[in-house]
């Protein structure tokens, strides 16, 4: 019931930028958060950025000062601008989303993944 479709991923060198959209779409009444989670081979997906629909902002310690979190609420689009990108950071980048559907049914859903790759 909610679809949510990031793009922008892509290869980029160390120190480059790449910048990463996710528009949520579908029965939604009202959107509390979204946000961003990455995963690596072999590892759990991480928490990376999140915001809040009055603009409250939070992020992990590993892209503070990199990463900028911001969003559209009209456009159900959240974006994360990723600037000094460092190898550690290749990982599929999944978009998530929560809050409510016209039916007033919660929903907390995740995107299919955009692939981000930083050569060294």
């Known amino acids: 019931q909610v679809q949510l479709v990031e793009s922008g991923g892509g290869l980029v060198q160390a120190g480059g930028s790449l910048r990463l959209s996710c528009a949520a779409s579908?029965?939604?009444?009202?959107?509390?958060?979204m946000g961003w989670g990455r995963q690596s081979p072999g590892n759990q997906r991480m928490f990376v950025a999140r915001?809040?629909?009055?603009?409250?902002?939070s992020s992990a310690a590993s892209v503070k000062g990199r990463f900028t979190i911001s969003r559209d609420n009209a456009k159900n689009t959240v974006y994360l601008q990723m600037n000094s990108l460092k190898p550690e950071d290749t990982a599929v980048y999944y978009c998530?989303?929560?809050?409510?559907?016209?039916?007033?049914?919660?929903?907390?859903?995740w995107g299919q993944g955009t692939q981000v790759t930083v050569s060294s």
């Open positions: 998530n989303a929560n809050g409510r559907l016209v039916s007033m049914q919660a929903f907390d859903s």
């Open positions: 579908g029965s939604i009444s009202s959107i509390n958060a």
């Open positions: 915001i809040f629909s009055d603009g409250t902002t």
